[in-house]
């Protein structure tokens, strides 16, 4: 892996949009700015049709913008990130109806769709494909399967640890950020094995204003088992260079520890690591001053972190990508170069 130790411009908000697009939330929100998942899922699509191009394992949390899982902006609804959470994986298997009955349905629901069509073509942008998708999903096992951690080698469960499924992790009393669980690490894998080209994953709640130092003691080595299992999967799978894992947060903390033991916002410098994807690693990027409060060497842009996994997917990202109306939509607007120290 390689680790980034001056990322120079995090918005400083609560929120995943640059972890997610490599824009600050405002100007995500203003530019209707599609997320890197949903460009992806535009520009590459799903190598099988019963498999979205676009996933996210991010559970609902009390602040939801902690647990974002991707938003398709302009590109429309039909690149949205697919979500398999508690009523949504029940909703991806047949009950009571035949595949036979399944298909007369679709029948019927395009001869409805096709006389909405006449009526008014605008309210069904972006219905074909979700519906095609919903159909392939319905007939055919794989996702599902996919999504069924008890089929994995018990162990590779082992491997990966459990962490907590409670919203926010062991912590009861907080109720606003993503689970610990390390489970969800390892669907990561087992989704990308099956041709998701993008999963995303909010993980854990970091937000220590105070206890800092308690916190991270219990819930870094939970981090740091799961990912060092997911990289090593990766490898022993032969899939390394093909996957690229990016481990990001919005902003840094404080240099200074408060009263409460803890440490504050900081958005002047931020860190992120990256592993596999065919990239140069085995090297650390950047460096702070000697407290960590500011880059001192190689500031990074999080526009460049995305040209840089852009870059390793095919994709130009100094181009644009239309969608299906012929709009063309910018990828990145700063013009950033990948990370020449990673390709």
Not at 89 to 110: E, F, P
Not at 258 to 284: E, F, I, S, Y
Request: with cysteine; proline share 6%; hydrophobic share 35%.
């Amino acid at each position: 892996f390689a680790i980034i130790r001056s990322i120079a411009d995090s918005d400083g908000a609560h929120a995943a949009t640059q972890c997610l697009s490599g824009y600050r939330r405002n100007d995500q929100q203003r530019l209707e700015q599609p997320c890197f998942g949903s460009f992806v899922s535009r520009a590459l699509g799903s190598p099988d049709p019963a498999v979205p191009a676009f996933m996210g394992l991010s559970k609902d949390c009390g602040h939801k913008p902690w647990a974002d899982i991707g938003f398709p902006g302009k590109l429309g609804r039909a690149y949205a990130p697919v979500r398999p959470d508690g009523d949504d994986i029940q909703a991806m298997s047949l009950k009571d109806i035949t595949l036979d009955q399944l298909k007369n349905r679709q029948k019927l629901l395009s001869a409805f769709d096709g006389f909405r069509r006449d009526v008014d073509n605008t309210i069904l942008q972006g219905t074909d494909a979700i519906y095609e998708q919903a159909f392939d999903v319905l007939t055919s096992s794989k996702l599902l399967d996919a999504l069924d951690i008890t089929k994995e080698d018990p162990k590779i469960l082992q491997r990966y640890g459990i962490g907590n499924t409670a919203t926010g992790g062991s912590d009861k009393n907080v109720n606003d950020g993503p689970p610990i669980w390390n489970e969800q690490i390892l669907l990561c894998r087992r989704l990308i094995e099956i041709g998701v080209r993008c999963v995303t994953l909010g993980y854990g709640r970091w937000d220590y204003h105070s206890g800092n130092f308690s916190q991270m003691r219990e819930r870094l080595p939970i981090l740091d088992y799961g990912l060092s299992a997911l990289i090593t999967d990766l490898k022993e799978r032969d899939l390394i260079d093909d996957v690229t894992v990016l481990v990001c947060s919005e902003f840094g903390r404080t240099p200074k520890v408060n009263g409460k033991a803890g440490r504050d916002h900081w958005p002047r410098a931020n860190c992120a690591m990256l592993a596999g994807g065919g990239l140069r690693t085995g090297q650390v990027i950047g460096s702070t001053t000697a407290d960590g409060g500011y880059p001192d060497d190689r500031p990074v842009k999080f526009q460049e972190i995305f040209a840089t996994l852009y870059h390793q997917m095919g994709i130009d990202p100094r181009g644009f990508i239309r969608n299906d109306t012929d709009f063309p939509i910018k990828l990145l607007n700063e013009n950033p170069s990948p990370l020449h120290e990673l390709v």
